[in-house]
């Protein structure tokens, strides 16, 4: 490959990450859910999980990281700290789908043996954006995966 | 720094990864309690978790590999598919520890809003040990972290 389709192809799987953590981070932060159950309001949030806000907050990182590291020029001497930057990002991302995934995955299917009763039920629209989110921020995993085996190929000996 | 104190210094982190990970792998299967609980007698178990399973098969997975890479010999030619290698297993790594430490603090301190409760009270010993092993798996990530720094600083252009 030459070295200005590298570049190309570089630009397009950081707008790509860019497009990703974006998606997830609004799609989390619009979720939003008010039923009835029982005659109790349930009011389902983002915010009322903590690994829900970690996840928002990391891909809200990560989206303005994907913008900024637009604008760094190709310079051989900065390949090294974006190869380190692009890492700690990845594992940032990495870290909250799974958080996240972990949580929604005891809203969808339970805890029999904790007593944690599954949700999803009764807030059906709320768990399919969580999902919608969660599967976009797992792209942009898999997007930042890439670029990093990118990098490691064309920059290490 | 020299070239044989370096290895030596990447032949003691590793050793320390292994440490880490076989640790948190054996602290989580081996985590279990029996309790009685208003004449119902519980059971806790790290498989009665996917997130806990997840965590002690991953750090399994971890503890083999940082077993593994012990005999590959420091050649240069190797220091790529290293590279790579050791990012996925830190991916691994991270995403245990964030799966299992999200499950961790809903057991922890419940989440009001799902109507799930904390349980900890109930088995504190299970919880102990489950938080011992997230604490092991998180040492884990960051010998990997130091790791992937000293060979990207070692040998990227």
């Given at each position: 490959m030459g070295k200005a389709s590298s570049r190309a192809c570089t630009l397009l799987f950081r707008l790509l990450a860019l497009a990703a953590t974006a998606t997830a981070t609004i799609v989390m932060a619009?979720?939003?859910?008010?039923?009835?159950?029982?005659?109790?309001?349930?009011?389902?949030?983002?915010q009322h999980t903590p690994a829900f806000k970690f996840f928002a907050i990391a891909n809200a990182i990560g989206a303005l990281y994907s913008?900024?590291?637009?604008?760094?020029?190709?310079v051989?001497?900065?390949?090294?700290?974006?190869?380190?930057?692009?890492?700690?990002?990845t594992m940032?991302?990495?870290?909250?789908?799974?958080?996240?995934?972990?949580?929604?995955?005891?809203?969808?299917?339970?805890?029999e043996h904790a007593g944690w009763l599954p949700i999803c039920g009764q807030i059906p629209k709320f768990c399919?954006?969580?999902?919608?989110?969660?599967?976009?921020?797992?792209?942009?995993?898999?997007?930042?995966?890439?670029?990093?085996?990118?990098?490691?190929?064309?920059?290490?000996?």
């Open positions: 619009t979720s939003h859910e008010k039923t009835t159950f029982f005659n109790i309001q349930i009011e389902a949030k983002f913008l900024i590291i637009l604008f760094v020029p190709p051989t001497s900065y390949s090294r700290l974006v190869l380190a930057s692009d890492m700690v990002i940032l991302l990495t870290a909250a789908v799974a958080a996240a995934g972990a949580v929604g995955q005891v809203g969808k299917k339970g805890n399919d954006q969580v999902m919608g989110s969660l599967v976009c921020g797992f792209i942009a995993v898999l997007v930042y995966l890439v670029l990093l085996f990118h990098t490691i190929h064309t920059h290490t000996s």
